[in-house]
């Protein structure tokens, strides 16, 4: 069984269309992330939810909206796509508030033409 | 910015030998830390988590914390090729709301 899965695996679309990616844990876990990782392989927070609230935007542009039904989701839209936007997005959970043994999803590999 | 800073590499050893990752970061409040693989083309994968000063050992893997030189390694023992990886340090910043990355030392095992 899959932990934390994500979806899609790979995303190639234009600029300015709108998309969204999915991620889903198994784990019951109450703290869930988004993570960019660029292409210098740099990993970095976007946002993190606990038990559904928004706990961290790290300065990250608007058009990035995520959205949390429940505690085992957390999905990323994103607005108005821009070429600096590619990147893998990973999701990524963890027990609780506080706990950051984290673990990630497989990621999602995002292109924009 | 609060960072966490990392050498590059390739850090590059022969099979057997041990291998030695260090990092080094800049929020002296930060007070758990962790060591992340990362294979070409898959997420990462937590191997090591130290929260206070001193080795902490798993398997083949040492972890070793020094908050006084705000440094963390990883020591991996008879390395093998598999251990070829991309290896992120991460610490939580001193309020505990965020996981901050290095950029990662990518190690070579060579057979």
């Known amino acids: 069984d899959t932990a934390v899965s994500q979806t899609p695996k790979y995303l190639v679309t234009q600029m300015g269309n709108d998309k969204s990616i999915k991620c889903e844990q198994n784990?019951?876990?109450?703290?869930m992330y988004w993570y960019k990782q660029d292409s210098k392989k740099f990993l970095k927070i976007m946002f993190s939810y606990n038990n559904k609230e928004l706990i961290i935007n790290e300065t990250v542009p608007n058009r990035f909206s995520p959205k949390s039904p429940d505690k085992a989701h957390l999905n990323l839209h994103i607005n108005s796509l821009e070429l600096g936007d590619s990147a893998v997005y990973f999701c990524a959970s963890s027990q609780d508030w506080g706990s950051y043994e984290q673990y990630f999803g497989p990621g999602t590999r995002l292109t924009v033409t | 910015q609060k960072e966490v800073e990392q050498n590059s590499g390739p850090l590059s050893v022969p099979e057997g030998a041990i291998a030695s990752l260090n990092c080094t970061y800049s929020d002296r409040g930060s007070q758990s830390f962790f060591w992340y693989r990362q294979y070409s083309g898959k997420s990462p994968e937590l191997i090591m988590s130290i929260y206070s000063n001193g080795d902490k050992e798993d398997g083949r893997f040492t972890a070793q914390l020094n908050k006084a030189s705000q440094y963390v390694s990883l020591l991996i023992r008879d390395s093998q090729p598999s251990d070829s990886a991309t290896y992120l340090c991460a610490v939580t910043n001193q309020a505990g709301t965020a996981l901050i990355f290095g950029k990662g030392t990518t190690l070579s095992v060579s057979s």
């Open positions: 784990l019951g876990h109450d703290t």
